[in-house]
């Protein structure tokens, strides 16, 4: 079956829901899955359309003009329409701890994750290895010593030369540059390995400890310019004791960071998130 | 705002999504809630939409007939058309075990459940007096020397002299006759003290002790005729170790079932939820 | 079974746990439980032991003095001893919210927590009705338009009044001072309806709804001078997606504050919590 | 730190905790850990302890003849004395699917599991690589085709040529012979991808779908004679709704099989599971 997915928001307003999928039906389209979300407090309208289009009296490449006739009907009507190939480009950025990056790469080859690994791009070599198992390119881009912004500038340039439509942030353990951030803004995800908003920033783990709190988490979400700030696509926990030291919150913490990625990456893979303002409707 | 909630189904084919949402457009309807599901498995449709009929053009009286003309458009559609009013009218049938009718008074007492409950009927009277705390109409049928059939033929009588919609099981302990199931047909809800189909049948945490399990659960089911294999609707459960004895997964268990069973009959007054075979689909 | 039930701790020494038991065997006490934590960062030891006083050739009267002798051998050791009998005297503070008051006056009655439920103690008289139906004196000291001081001193009069070893917060909506914070140190338990560090103070489901997180949760903590910031006797979360509105994140809130709260009532009440420095053991 | 670690059991009888810890203090050891339970419904006690023999009196080699000599004292005392080193030897042994042998590869090399992982056994060869990039020894017997005795006598060679202590079953997808699992009693480990004993036997993801349950599970238990029948060691669930095709079920359920067979091995690895009957008792 071939697809066509459909994610758009807009002010909300009468009849969208009619006019979008009668413009569907018209074009011999056949709608398999439809979600919406109107946001009765700030009077927001959020839909998620997928429809096969192996019968569709217009190609791939009429499509996004014709919907975008619909879409000025609408006041506000912000759009994306995307197909199910080719797939999105996906580089991992990772540091030294390999959980998060062996769990992706094993998801990915699993088939988990529709998209295509272009790169694992490190700071460190450790990783090179596992890369190579699972036959991904690996670049290391070493920090330690080195000017951080040309670091970055090198990063950005390797990341657009592979055409990165999508950066996730493996435990790296650096914060990203402001122009990194816009130049992927709502296309970046990192993992946080505490319960956002709790234990903003450095080493959650013994922050909760401290705090002596009886569950840990782990938080998915997009980048912005504000550390740990972003719109949250995904959560999880698992319980703790007074048992636990440190090293059993990381151990335990290391099964929920890589649930909680895996999952928000497939997500947003499958065209199931929508940024407003700074939360996610998640489809 | 005044609404209403249609509940459909029926086998998939193209443009249903299309010709319903046009139905509430041209009728001046604003759609407020749209979730659809298609099972390619066995190509079916099913479809929940909320939408606000202040300003509609046609009246309550009228909805029913026109949405009748919508349906004959498509093979085989099934559907159920409802407004925020009148309120169901719901029974809850208990023995002794107080935890799940408390709850359940309780949820309703601070509105969390869209219905008149209009009686409480149980074989034990030590219940009287919760019921009149909240100020619900108690009835006790005694079963125990009674002849079973008379017992549930009187039973059947206060349901239908109270108009009674929905009947709710809170841990009650006896077998309903068929008659009686034939008469609320998908409209009795039980709550099962297990993890379905683990333990079908009496003393389910006597039977999880001895297979040394290491978590139960509970499970809400519309009640058919075979004992414990109605289509679930919700399930949940909690973690035990081998410190805990027959009374303690008791006590777990109870928290377990009121919400599992509070959540259930939520989901089946608010129109969320639909059989298909022996399944639910739960919107 | 009569049991007697020691919490204590110390700094980690050779030999304690050999000693305590050592203790209990030569008088004929047979243990029936036994837990211990080594906290090897804080080089500190806890231990809780529960042991069958009805062979003891030591009477009620004399293990105290007996056990003290033992406990002498241990640099800094702390204990408590206590019988099944007499229960635990307890009041519940509460306001207007009804639902986990009912809850414990519901458990209590159920028999899942050991104590005599001896006072209601709430701002409002909405409450009054609910306590009555559990058979459980209710006293309302109104708070607004009073001078919160002298209110307070009324409160404490009451709770002195009645003997009340343990206070517990069912959602009572106000500050409490430091003298009735002093007066019933490691004695006060309160319910957060969120899943502390996160959202302290006021609204915390507001404040999560504007967060955009994907869970919410509950803190039952023992209060101290600074608010929300006690230590941690049990959390509890729940699932929340794009789609819940406040109402629905304070309607899931509300099943996970009375499960947390219940919770650790019961495990205060069993003897099962050590408070350490800003942390609790829980056995 | 050099610890010991005793695992015991025997009928209840008073003074076995005095004895037992008398016997570490005596001889200069440290109790790190004790954890013990009194099973009070079939009256057996249950013994976990672990001290620091840093400083022993006895060395390791005069440890086992010594505990033997403490356990006479108690009547049907049976109990298994272990050190830090040398590790357990352990197999994995898979067949096609690679996510739960890479999960255990992966905790391996991470410091999750004290083990030596010895050898990866499988039914076909596609795991090879894996377990090469991992560089653990791969063997191959293949079953098709093949005389299934004859297999099974070289895969128990294979196990005693390595001195293997411990077999995970990681999604195997064969039933072992009557010899096979005489021969490791209560030393293998299967993941079965159900919450037992719910959906015993073949493809149960297609048996909860076909159910309609609301969660699915997994459980690892100790293989036995009678199929999925053995002791369990630990049980977790996912939540899936009408949405989840079989694919999704499988997909959502290979998160619980990791994380469930990963924590089994560890805590059979920590010496922290005794079986009891057809129940197990985990520290």
Known sequence: METATLLCSCDDQPGIVAALTHFVAEYRGNIIDL????????????????WDIGDSALSRDELPSAM??????????????????????VAVMASKAP?????????????ELPCEMALVLANHG????????????????????????RAEAQQMRLLRENRIELVVLAR????????????????????????????????PYHQALARGVKIIGATAHYVTADLDQGPIIAQDI?????????????RKGRDVERKVLGTAVRLHLERRVIVSGNRTIVF
């Open 172 to 203: 790296y353990m650096r914060i990203l540059g402001p122009d990194f951030v816009a130049g992927w803004e709502g296309r970046i995800i990192n993992i946080h390995h505490s319960f956002l908003p709790a234990f903003v920033g450095a080493r």
């Open 238 to 250: 698992a319980p703790v004791s007074h048992r636990d030291e440190v090293e059993d919150l990381i």
């Open 35 to 50: 979600d919406q979300h109107t946001d009765s407090r700030e009077k927001k309208f959020f839909m998620r359309l997928v």
């Open 99 to 111: 959980h998060c990056l062996a769990d992706l790469l094993l998801r990915h080859q699993m088939g």
């Open 126 to 149: 450790n990783l090179a290895d596992l890369s190579r198992h699972f036959k991904i390119p690996f670049h290391c881009v070493p920090m330690d010593g080195m000017d951080g912004e």
């Open 68 to 89: 975008g006739m619909v879409a000025k009907k609408f006041v506000g009507m912000k759009w994306r329409l995307s197909f199910d190939s080719p797939l999105s480009r």
